[in-house]
């Protein structure tokens, strides 16, 4: 089945700290895996999309890794601030026809002053 | 650039109305995706739809339904609402596919919907 988890499911830490939240997944074919920034309320916005032969790539103080062979990604932030504190989404597309992406549940992160 | 635009913002309805959603992707993009997000829950994949086709549907009953017109706008309609149907309605839109290409999907604001 194809899934994809995230952990931790939460997680609240000071202004100015780094952080990184985890993915794993077990989707099958895997054409590339995503992650998404999703404030309350708002659709999600990209930070970064990474084919199977990218192991890491970043985008500002978001860096995100990706290991195909043990079908696990993390996105690491660095010096978080307070407009971090959102929903973090990992999301992996099989590609092909149907399109289709498999969304994880999101890690809830909230930056304290 | 204008990004992926809905409509309404909010909506409340009773349980057994219809609703019609609204979504005007990226000028340019041909792809046009609905995803529904429940209260707590990941993103759950509704529709596909490319050049006026539905391409692809998610686990989702009969009765979540949608077309794509020539201007590649779109419209998601759900019948006979129910108390669960309440959430977050996204519309992303992409470039068009390629054969095992898989391109950025943009996500509009989304459609908060609650069913009384």
């Known amino acids: 089945k194809n899934q994809v988890e995230q952990s931790p499911q939460s997680l609240i830490i000071l202004e100015g700290k780094n952080c990184t939240l985890q993915?794993?997944?077990?989707?099958?074919?895997?054409?590339?895996l995503r992650w998404y920034k999703q404030d309350t309320g708002r659709g999600p916005v990209s930070l970064t999309i990474?084919?199977?032969?990218?192991n890491t790539k970043s985008n500002g103080r978001y860096t995100a890794t990706l290991d195909a062979d043990t079908k696990q990604s993390s996105l690491h932030i660095t010096a978080s601030q307070l407009s971090d504190s959102a929903s973090y989404i990992c999301v992996v597309s099989g590609g092909g026809a149907t399109n289709k992406l498999i969304f994880g549940t999101g890690t809830l992160l909230a930056v304290q002053p | 650039e204008a990004g992926v635009t809905q409509s309404p913002t909010h909506l409340i309805k009773t349980r057994g109305q219809q609703v019609t959603l609204r979504c005007s992707p990226i000028?340019?993009?041909?792809?046009v995706y609905w995803y529904q997000q429940a209260l707590g829950l990941g993103l759950q994949f509704l529709l596909w739809?490319?050049?006026?086709?539905?391409?692809n549907r998610g686990n989702f009953p009969p009765r979540f339904s949608g077309r794509q017109f020539p201007n590649y706008s779109s419209e998601l309609n759900v019948n006979a609402l129910e108390l669960e149907d309440s959430a977050l309605y996204l519309c992303a839109s992409s470039l068009v596919l390629g054969t095992g290409v898989s391109y950025e999907q943009y996500f509009g604001p989304g459609t908060r919907l609650t069913v009384t």
């Open positions: 000028s340019g993009h041909t792809s």
């Open positions: 993915c794993n997944y077990t989707v099958s074919p895997f054409s590339n």
């Open positions: 990474m084919t199977f032969s990218e």
């Open positions: 739809y490319d050049e006026g086709e539905e391409r």
